[in-house]
Structure formats: C-alpha cells, structure tokens
C-alpha cells in the first residue's frame, strides 16, 4: 500500500509535457489523443494511451485553466422565444464538446433590459468563460461582440446574415431559401399567398421576409399590406396571424409562417375553420423542428442546419485548444433546404 500510495503520489505530479517526452511525440499530439481528435492515426493513438494507462496520467483541468486564465467552459447565450431552436443548438454544440474538456453553460437574458451587457459582463467574468456562442437576435448587437474582445472571450455569432469575420461568424442562407420555398408555391399554381411574419428587431425575420417578397417580385406577383400578418415566432401568434389572414376576402390560398411553430398555428386555425389542408390552404414553414411530422397533414418546410451550425460554432471555439486547428476553417456558411410534406398541393382548377 506503500509503494502504491507512493506510485499514486509521483504519478499525481506528472504534466503532459512528460508523457509527450515519454511518447516521443508533441504535447499537441497528446492533447488530441486525450481528447478524442480523430486526426490521428491509430498507431500514434495507441502508444500514447498505453503510456497515459501505464503511468496512471490524469490530465488536471484546474491547471491547465489556470494557466489559460480561463475555466474550460462554453456559454450559450440567447433571449428568443423559440424553444425548440435553443435546444437543436445545445444538442449542435454538446456533440463538440463530447469528449473534450469543455462543458456549455447555458444563459437566458433579456435584451430589452437596460442591464443586459452588464449582466453579459458579469456572466463572463464569474464563469472565467473560455468562449461564448451568442444567439440571435441579440448576436446581432456588434455592442456584445466588443464587449467579448475587451474581456478576452473568444466569441461566435450565429445569424441569418453576415455580421463578423469567418472566425466569429456561423450563417445561414435565410433568404434564399424562403424564396425557393415561395417559387414552389408559385409553381403549384399559388398567386395569393399570405405571409406570417417573424418578429421585428430579429434579423431572421428581415431576411425571411425579403426572400418571399424576392420570389413574388420575380413572379410579378404584386404583395398587398393585408397580406402580410406579424407573428412572434410562438404557436398562439400564428393561430392570431392566421386568423387574420382568413378574414380576407378572397383568402389566401397558401400561407408562408416564418418559422414551424407559427405554420403549427396555421394548421390549428385552419382546421377549426374546417379549412381543409392543402386541399383549400398550402401550408410552408421554416425550421424543420420535430413537430412538422408530429402534425397531419406532415408539413413542408424549410430546414435549418442548426445543429451543424451549433457543432461549427463550438469546434470554432474550441478547435485550437483539442488540436484541431485554426476555428476558420470549421464551415461558416450553411444551406437550409426546402423539404416536401403534405401540407402543400397545386391551387385547383376553378
């Protein structure tokens, strides 16, 4: 017991500067076997595990944060009311962080409040927070991103357009996509086709809004005020949306809700009308969230990548740091696609 307790002590005092000089290898390349990297290959794995497992090696976080000055964790911080976004995004950064030292901490604010970038400075500062990954709409507030750099927190900002640098930046193809998803509607006869708008001050909404108002414009479809009904990215305001929308007369034949819960209202309003879906009312949204195929009929939407968005966000924090290489090259633009469900169908023949 001794010897043991003398073994555990001399092997508690061990770094990974000795097991690399042990290994014959850099302490990057012991830094990537510790932490899963796959750019390895297996040989080079093999022989420095067998030292770490012969030698007892623990790695020490609290020492390798303090000399970083930071703790090895990752905040997420956002104040959108869509649920579902939130957590696609934590399970797109948790599959980064899987098996690396870094763990998320999660942080709700409300940028309404005079104190918010207070209360961010605060959050970062107690946490010692190695990076933060800023949702929007308030990622889009290049206040925030300054305030990162002046506390020394690497920082990505998710958005539906450009707004930063490739290293601080992940983006999605928001308008694009929704007017490729309004041609469809076009295609299938659709002239008259209402709009459930996203919230105003999100970036997401703007873009939304200017790629179904492109594909009409490109249709010489002209777009009246009534048309267009304001929602807040919630199920009841797309059911108050859509109520409005069908106290047109004529109505529209198909509706766009700027995200899925909102065209999830669509539906509930339409079926209590005794609206028939897509016989008498196409349906399209945005996000393609678990509920588009928990509904009948199945809705067609657009996809959001936002799990591989969350996934690049994370590896471009914390890429350098598990030897995985400069954050710029983790992708910083992704597409999301029109996905074909039930809820559409041509305008019939009068």
Same mark, same amino acid.
């Given at each position: 017991m001794a010897k043991q307790a003398q073994d555990e002590g001399l092997n508690a005092k061990l770094t990974i500067n000795d097991i %690399?000089?042990? %290994?014959?290898?850099? =302490? =990057?390349?012991?830094?990537?076997v510790i932490n899963r990297s796959p750019l390895l290959n297996a040989q080079t794995r093999e022989k420095v595990e067998q030292i770490i497992a012969d030698t007892g090696y623990v790695p020490n976080p609290q020492a390798r944060a303090l000399a970083l000055g930071r703790n090895f964790l990752i905040g997420l911080i956002y104040d959108n009311p869509n649920q579902q976004m939130i957590l696609s995004m934590q399970r797109g950064i948790l599959e980064a962080l899987h098996g690396t030292e870094f763990e998320l901490v999660v942080r709700p604010v409300d940028r309404g409040s005079a104190r918010v970038m207070d209360d961010i400075r605060g959050f970062?500062?107690?946490?010692?927070?190695?990076?933060?990954?800023?949702?929007?709409?308030?990622?889009?507030?290049?206040?925030? %991103?300054?305030?990162c750099d002046e506390e020394g927190c690497r920082y990505v900002r998710m958005g539906s357009a450009v707004l930063d640098d490739p290293e601080h930046m992940v983006v999605s193809n928001d308008r694009d996509a929704v007017a490729d998803a309004v041609r469809y509607l076009i295609a299938q006869g659709h002239r008259r086709i209402g709009l459930i708008a996203g919230p105003h001050g999100f970036r997401s909404a703007k873009e939304r809004r200017d790629g179904f108002e492109l594909a009409l414009s490109e249709a010489g479809i002209s777009l009246p005020r009534s048309l267009v009904a304001d929602g807040q990215y919630t199920f009841e305001s797309g059911i108050s949306a859509c109520e409005s929308l069908l106290d047109l007369s004529p109505r529209p034949t198909a509706i766009f809700a700027a995200n899925d819960e909102m065209a999830a209202g669509v539906l509930y309003a339409a079926r209590l009308r005794g609206i028939e879906v897509p016989d008498e009312l196409s349906i399209i949204g945005f996000d393609d969230t678990p509920l588009t195929t928990r509904v009948w009929p199945p809705l067609t939407t657009v996809r959001w990548p936002i799990v591989a968005m969350g996934r690049a966000a994370a590896l471009k924090l914390i890429g350098t740091a598990i030897g995985e290489g400069s954050a710029v090259n983790e992708p910083s633009t992704f597409s999301s696609t029109l996905i074909r469900r039930g809820s559409v169908a041509p305008l019939p023949i009068a």
């Open positions: %690399a000089r042990m %290994a014959g290898v850099s =302490k =990057k390349t012991v830094s990537r970062i500062t107690r946490q010692r927070l190695y990076g933060v990954i800023l949702l929007p709409p308030i990622s889009e507030n290049d206040t925030l %991103a300054r305030l």
